[in-house]
């Protein structure tokens, strides 16, 4: 029995000792143990001063805390450019047949941006980004066997 007294004793002044100022009850005029600490407590910050031979507490000075977030958001975004439509099967439909240099007057009328994919059995590289007005050849003994869009 007198063992365990012992023990509560000793966590008792281990835990007392152990305090800081940080721990203690921070208010105006309360004691603090180092000058020049402080510490943020409901919306104020005290300092820790010399008065006389003590250190103590200040008044506390109010934290300037900003009650709200503003957010600034771009008010209408730029739309992006309307994509034109597609050429349908229809539209080319008359390069079928027609010689690769009657297919470029013919595009070129239309304003369409054309390339070569094939001639001959032999392929040629293309970029893959898509163009709804691009026209791609395909061309076998000079004449057009196929259109792409793209």
């Known amino acids: 029995m007198m063992n365990r007294i012992l023990v509560t004793v000793v966590l008792v002044v281990a835990s007392s000792l152990s305090m800081t100022s940080s721990d203690a009850a921070v208010k105006a005029g309360a004691k603090c ?13 005290f300092t820790c001063v010399k008065s006389g031979k003590k250190f ?33 099967p229809v539209e080319m439909s008359p390069l079928i047949g027609m010689t690769e240099m009657s297919a470029q007057s013919y595009a070129q009328e239309k304003g369409w941006p054309y390339r070569v994919g094939e001639r ?24 057009i066997y ?5």
């Open 56 to 88: 103590m507490w200040n008044k506390g000075v109010a934290i300037n805390v900003p009650s709200q977030i503003t957010v600034i958001v771009d008010p209408i975004p730029t739309p992006l450019p309307a994509m034109p439509d597609p050429l349908t």
């Open 33 to 45: 143990t180092k000058q020049g600490s402080s510490i943020s407590l409901n919306g104020k910050k």
């Open 120 to 143: 001959d059995g032999q392929f040629f590289p293309v970029t893959m980004d898509y163009s709804p007005t691009r026209v791609t050849f395909f061309i076998a003994k000079g004449l």
């Open 146 to 150: 196929k259109v792409m869009v793209g």
